[in-house]
């Protein structure tokens, strides 16, 4: 089973549609095999119903069980953002959205 235990060292990458936040960050997780870290990018869309809509790309391979159990790390995105660690890191601007 995969546990997610951070995404860290999150950038927030400036966005020409101000409903849509993208960002670039570091995830840990660990499976039967052991410890894996990698890089995403991911995006949370807010609708004007419901909980965001999170989006995922992996800017590194991760391993097989990673690919598999995505959701658990869409899950962390969401809670992150409901607790508002999300929202601070507006001050850490990566990169423009057009350069990417």
């Known amino acids: 089973m995969l546990e997610v235990h951070a995404i860290?060292?999150?950038?927030?990458?400036?966005?020409?549609?101000?409903?849509?936040k993208h960002y670039i960050g570091h995830v840990q997780v660990s499976d039967d095999t052991g410890p894996s870290?990698?890089?995403?990018?991911?995006?949370?869309?807010?609708l004007p119903l419901g909980?965001?809509?999170v989006g995922?790309?992996?800017?590194?391979?991760?391993?097989?069980?990673?690919?598999?159990?995505?959701?658990?790390?869409r899950n962390k995105i969401l809670k992150m953002d409901e607790e508002g660690e999300l929202a601070r890191i507006g001050n850490k601007l990566y990169m423009e959205h057009d350069q990417i």
């Open 8 to 20: 860290d060292n999150i950038f927030k990458i400036k966005s020409p549609v101000e409903y849509i």
């Open 37 to 46: 870290d990698f890089y995403i990018g991911f995006s949370l869309e807010y």
């Open 51 to 53: 909980k965001p809509k």
């Open 56 to 73: 995922i790309k992996f800017i590194d391979e991760p391993v097989p069980s990673v690919r598999e159990n995505v959701e658990q790390i």
